[in-house]
C-alpha cells in the first residue's frame, strides 16, 4: 500500500468513527426523550405527583406538628411558672380580697370617691381571679 492510501484508509476509518458517534449520541437523546414521555404515558408520572403531593402533605404536617410543640412548650412554661405558686400565695390572695371589700365597703360608707371604691372593687375581683386560677393546681388537679 502506498502512502496515500494509509492515510485514505485512516482517513475512512476516523469519518465512520465519527459518524457512528453521532448516531450513537442522537440515539441516545431520543432514547431518553422516548424514556421520559413513556413514563408520562405509562402512569410513573402520575406516582411522581402523588410522592411529591405526599411530600407536601408530610411537609405541611410536620410544620403544624411544630407550630403545634411550640404552643404546647409555651404552655407548660406558664403551668410550671404557676405551679410555683402554691396554697400561701393563694390564702394571700383571698386575704387581699377580703381587705380590698372592707376598704370599698368604708369607702362606699363614707362616700368621699366613687372612683377608688370602683377601683378598689375592681382589684378585689382581680385578686379573687388570680386566687381561683390558683385553686384547681392545690387540689392536684393539673388538667
Known sequence: MTAIQICALIGLIVGAALIYWTGYRGGLIDGHVEGHEA???????????????????LKASLQFIRADHTRLVD?????ETVMAFGM???????????????????FS???T???LERDTRALREQAL????????FV?????
Open 39 to 57: 413514563g408520562f404515558e405509562d402512569g410513573t408520572n402520575d406516582e411522581r405527583a402523588a410522592n411529591a403531593k405526599t411530600i407536601r402533605e
Open 75 to 79: 404552655h407548660c412554661k406558664r403551668l
Open 88 to 106: 400561701p400565695e393563694r390564702l394571700a390572695l383571698l386575704e387581699i380580697a377580703e381587705k380590698l371589700r372592707i376598704a370599698a365597703d368604708t
Open 109 to 111: 360608707a363614707f362616700r
Open 113 to 115: 370617691g366613687k372612683k
Open 129 to 136: 381571679v388570680m386566687a381561683e386560677q390558683l385553686a384547681p
Open 139 to 143: 387540689t392536684g388537679d393539673a388538667a
